[in-house]
C-alpha cells in the first residue's frame, strides 16, 4: 500500500497572503489532483496533472496555481487569500485510467484572516 | 458532458435500520461508478466499485450497490447500519479517456444509537 502526505494540515493565512500546500505521495502514481472541499459544495477540482511536468486546468482554477516538480509531489499555491475564506483542499493520485479507484490524502484545512 | 446527482444532502437513520443512499448520474454511455466514504477529518476511501456484469456490487463493511442503466442509477445500500457508519458518502463517475473523476456533493449520513 501507499499513503498521501499533506502538509501543513492547518493553515493559517491572512487577506491577501500567497500560501502553498504541498502533497507527496509514494504509490508511484501518475496522475495526481487538488480538489477543494467546502460544506455542501462537494469536492471541486482545481488542477490536475497526468504526468510529471503536466499541469491542467481544473473547474475552479482562478486563484490558484500548481506546480509538478516531480513525479511523487504536487503543490498548490493559493496566489491572494480571500478574507473569512475556510475550506478543506485534498490532494490526491491515481493511476490515470478510468476503471481505477483516486487515493486521497487527509486535507489542509484552511482559514483566512 | 457528465455529471452526478446525490439528491439528499443528509440522511438520518437509528441504529440497525436498513440505508440507501440515492446516486444519479448523466453520461451518454456505460460509465465507471464509484462509491466512496469519508470520516471526520480524514480523505475520501474507496467503498465499492462498478464496471460492468452484474449489476449488484459488494464493497466493503457489508456496502452494497446496484447499478441500472434505465434509471441511470447506482444506489448505495446496507441491509443494517451501524453508527459507526456515520460519515458523509460520495457518488462519483469515471469515462474512458477521461483523467477527470466527477463526483456528487456528498450524503451526510448520521445514525442514531
Known amino acids: 500500500g501507499g499513503i498521501i502526505t499533506q502538509t501543513p494540515k492547518f493553515l493559517i493565512g491572512q487577506e491577501g497572503q500567497k500560501l502553498t500546500l504541498k502533497c507527496q505521495q509514494n504509490?508511484?502514481?501518475?496522475?495526481m489532483y487538488w480538489y477543494r472541499q467546502d460544506s455542501g459544495k462537494g469536492l471541486r477540482l482545481i488542477y490536475y496533472?497526468?504526468?510529471?511536468?503536466?499541469?491542467q486546468k481544473g473547474d475552479l482554477s482562478e486563484g490558484y496555481d500548481a506546480s509538478r516538480e516531480k513525479k511523487s509531489s504536487f503543490s498548490l499555491t493559493v496566489t491572494s487569500a480571500q478574507k473569512n475564506e475556510m475550506a478543506v483542499f485534498l490532494c490526491?493520485?491515481?493511476?490515470?485510467?478510468?476503471?481505477?479507484?483516486?487515493?486521497f490524502g487527509k486535507g489542509t484545512r484552511l482559514t483566512v484572516v | 458532458a457528465q455529471s452526478v446527482t446525490q439528491p439528499d444532502a443528509r440522511v438520518t437513520v437509528s441504529e440497525g435500520a436498513s440505508l440507501q443512499l440515492r446516486c444519479k448520474y448523466s453520461?451518454?454511455?456505460?460509465?465507471?461508478l464509484f462509491w466512496y466514504v469519508q470520516y471526520p477529518r480524514q480523505g475520501l476511501q474507496l467503498l465499492l466499485k462498478?464496471?460492468?456484469?452484474?449489476?449488484v456490487v459488494q464493497g466493503v463493511n457489508s456496502f452494497e450497490a446496484e447499478f441500472s442503466k434505465s434509471n441511470s442509477s447506482f444506489h448505495l445500500q446496507k441491509a443494517s447500519v451501524h453508527w459507526s457508519d456515520s460519515a458523509v458518502y460520495f457518488c462519483?463517475?469515471?469515462?474512458?479517456?477521461?483523467?477527470?473523476?466527477?463526483f456528487g456533493k456528498g450524503t451526510s449520513l448520521v445514525v442514531h444509537p
Open positions: 462519483a463517475l469515471s469515462s474512458g479517456g477521461n483523467y477527470k473523476p466527477t
Open positions: 496533472s497526468i504526468t510529471e511536468n503536466d499541469l
Open positions: 490526491a493520485s491515481s493511476i490515470g485510467t478510468a476503471n481505477t479507484e483516486v487515493f
Open positions: 462498478y464496471y460492468s456484469g452484474d449489476p
Open positions: 453520461y451518454s454511455a456505460t460509465p465507471y
Open positions: 504509490f508511484n502514481h501518475d496522475t
